[in-house]
């Protein structure tokens, strides 16, 4: 298994220009995550799927948007981009987390700046 | 929504020492704890967990604990090497939610 795979690895991106974060995973998992990473800080949740067709706002919603339209991926998309989500993204996913395992696997990561 | 507090965002032992990492959370509905360890420029990855039915949880040479009524739960690192040397990330989470995360722990082991 690949796990959890992200594309690209790096981008830089004018301000007011959009763009998709790919996040694809072969585990079979129903749970899949967006987060972002600014330097020195933790991770904050973006939005959250717990299936196909449906999404949820984490923490930090403002300028994302995301679609689930298969189990395997789970896309993050900018628009208008701003200096402000110059951050590294990551994805996750897992099993339901009341099911047998709770662990979160991440991907890569996406080193995003906006100039 | 979950709140989680991480203390402290730096510290530093020499090797052989132990370290302790505590973070709090503020919504009672939460049900599973897990910590993970980011080295630079790498992913998060899973080192320990526990879900609240549990109080205590060892694996060699780290242990988490957890405190329901005060909601607080600590990472316990014995005998650290340089190798410890990492961001630790505490989170909290309840059944079909995300997991919210603190704001990391710098951990720096020196020889």
């Known amino acids: 298994n690949a796990g959890v795979t992200q594309t690209p690895k790096f981008r830089i991106l004018k301000i007011g220009q959009s763009m998709t974060l790919q996040c694809t995973q072969d585990?079979?998992?129903?749970?899949m995550y967006w987060y972002r990473q600014d330097p020195g800080m933790g991770l904050k949740l973006i939005y959250y799927?717990?299936?196909?067709?449906?999404?949820d706002k984490g923490e930090v919603p403002n300028g994302y948007n995301v679609s689930r339209s298969t189990t395997e991926d789970f896309p993050l998309r900018l628009e208008l981009a701003a200096p402000s989500q110059t951050s590294v993204y990551f994805c996750?996913?897992?099993?339901?987390?009341?099911?047998?395992?709770?662990?979160?696997?991440f991907g890569p990561g996406t080193r995003l700046t906006v100039l | 929504g979950e709140n989680v507090e991480q203390h402290p965002s730096t510290l530093s032992v020499q090797e052989g020492d132990s370290a302790v990492i505590k973070c709090t959370y503020s919504?009672?509905?939460?049900?599973?704890f897990p910590w993970y360890k980011q080295e630079l420029g790498k992913r998060p990855q899973l080192i320990i967990d526990?879900?609240?039915?549990?109080g205590e949880k060892k694996d060699q040479r780290i242990a988490v604990t957890l405190n329901k009524t005060a909601k607080h739960f600590s990472l316990h690192i014995t005998e650290t090497q340089p190798e410890d040397s990492a961001v630790y990330l505490c989170?909290?989470?309840?059944?079909?939610?995300?997991?919210?995360f603190g704001k990391g722990t710098t951990l720096s082991v020196s020889s």
């Open positions: 585990m079979n998992h129903n749970y």
């Open positions: 799927s717990v299936g196909a067709g449906i999404t």
């Open positions: 996750a996913s897992s099993y339901p987390t009341s099911g047998r395992a709770n662990e979160q696997f």
């Open positions: 989170a909290a989470r309840q059944a079909g939610t995300a997991l919210i």
């Open positions: 526990i879900r609240s039915n549990v």
């Open positions: 919504d009672s509905a939460s049900n599973y």
